[in-house]
């Protein structure tokens, strides 16, 4: 909650770092250099900073451009339609898809992107914070069911009796 700005330049700084780190996940996955093209014969067999810096960059780019673009649409949404619910991240989930696809640079992959992720938020938004739906049937079904005093059964006492030595078990 906030002022549209402010959520989505928390929202763009929150991309930036998760593209920071799954590009540095990356590069770290694959024990190759890390070397931009070259015409003199560079060495081949050590990372260049420029080379480094691109890989970084890109991921950092798109999805802070991505989380931008739902923070800003989401919130747009809410203050054109004068409400708060799952439909608002629908719409922004449509816009974010959209930056998604995009990196592909075909129509189609854009497009079912954006269907795929307004859909996924709209769901995840209408499911709401919680894991469970119904909280009072879950407190029920954790605290309610057995009796307050554990009462043993007539079967258990008779045990009980005939092994004296297990008694307090």
Excluded at 15 to 36: C, H, K, R
């Amino acid at each position: 909650d906030g002022p549209c700005l402010s959520r989505t330049f928390n929202a763009a700084a929150v991309g930036a770092g998760a593209g920071t780190f799954f590009a540095a996940v990356q590069l770290a996955w694959y024990p190759d250099p890390v070397v931009s093209a070259t015409r003199f014969g560079k060495n081949p067999t050590k990372s260049d900073a420029k080379a480094i810096g691109r890989a970084v960059a890109r991921p950092a780019f798109w999805m802070s451009s991505a989380a931008a673009a739902f923070a800003a649409t989401e919130c747009l949404a809410e203050s054109v339609r004068e409400t708060k619910d799952p439909f608002n991240a629908a719409i922004g989930g449509l816009a974010g898809g959209a930056v998604c696809g995009a990196i592909s640079g075909r129509g189609g992959i854009m497009v079912s992107t954006a269907l795929g992720m307004g859909l996924f938020m709209f769901l995840l938004d209408a499911s709401g914070p919680d894991t469970v739906w119904d909280q009072e049937s879950l407190k029920h079904k954790m605290f309610g069911v057995l009796p307050d005093t554990h009462v043993e059964s007539k079967a258990l006492g008779d045990l009980k009796d005939k092994y004296p030595k297990f008694k307090d078990i």
